[in-house]
């Protein structure tokens, strides 16, 4: 047993020696006069940076959409695996590709439960080699009742696609 937890330890230091995990998030807020259309998505999310092209990571987020005098607050939980695959000076570009469990309840209706699964587009700025700032546009996937009933099958390049954010690597 002291064996195994030594090995364990000894694990765990190797992993975070040169550890590159980070920390961040994004957020979203869109609002529409005409139909009187506002969302608001914040998201925060952890990762580790397995090497310079791949990322795992995952975000926790919370939304909320009113119009109309109707409202409706969705929780989401997404974990994904990041694809840097282009990288000159401080621009990077990426693809975060993964899936998502939402559930959202839409004022004097039932709680819904939805999914996607897909890939999103992003480009990261780094700043320093500690903080980036990241944008991600649009989604090319499945979704099926995510975050109060959105659903889409191929690509979507909507105003709630849009996304900013930062992350901080440690």
Same mark, same amino acid.
């Given at each position: ?17 040169? +550890?590159?995990?980070? +920390? ?7 609002? =529409? =006069? ?17 090497? @310079?092209?791949?990322? &795992?990571? +995952? !975000?926790? /987020? ?6 109309? =005098? ?5 929780? *989401?939980? +997404?974990? #994904?695996? %990041? ?13 975060? $590709? $993964? ?10 209706? =039932? %709680?819904?439960? $939805? ?6 587009? /992003?480009?990261?700025? @780094?700043?320093?080699? *500690? ?5 991600? #546009? ?8 995510? %975050? #109060?009933?959105?659903? &889409? ?6 105003? !709630?696609?849009?996304?900013? $954010?930062?992350? #901080?690597?440690?």
């Amino acid at each position: 047993m002291k064996r195994f937890f030594f090995l364990l330890c000894m694990a765990f230091c190797l992993l975070t020696a040169k +550890a590159q995990f980070y +920390a961040g998030g994004s957020f979203a807020f869109t609002h =529409d =006069d005409n139909s009187d259309l506002t969302t608001f998505m914040i998201a925060p999310e952890i990762g580790y940076n397995l090497n @310079d092209q791949w990322s &795992v990571a +995952a !975000e926790l /987020g919370f939304s909320h959409y009113s119009a109309h =005098d109707v409202s409706a607050n969705a929780f *989401h939980f +997404a974990p #994904y695996a %990041r694809w840097n695959f282009f990288s000159k000076g401080i621009v990077r570009l990426f693809l975060d $590709g $993964g899936m998502g469990i939402s559930t959202s309840k839409i004022e004097d209706q =039932d %709680r819904d439960n $939805g999914f996607e699964i897909g890939i999103k587009p /992003g480009i990261a700025l @780094d700043l320093n080699q *500690h903080f980036s700032f990241i944008t991600k #546009y649009g989604f090319v996937g499945f979704r099926d009742n995510y %975050r #109060y009933n959105n659903s &889409v099958s191929g690509i979507s390049a909507s105003s !709630e696609d849009l996304s900013f $954010g930062f992350i #901080y690597t440690f």
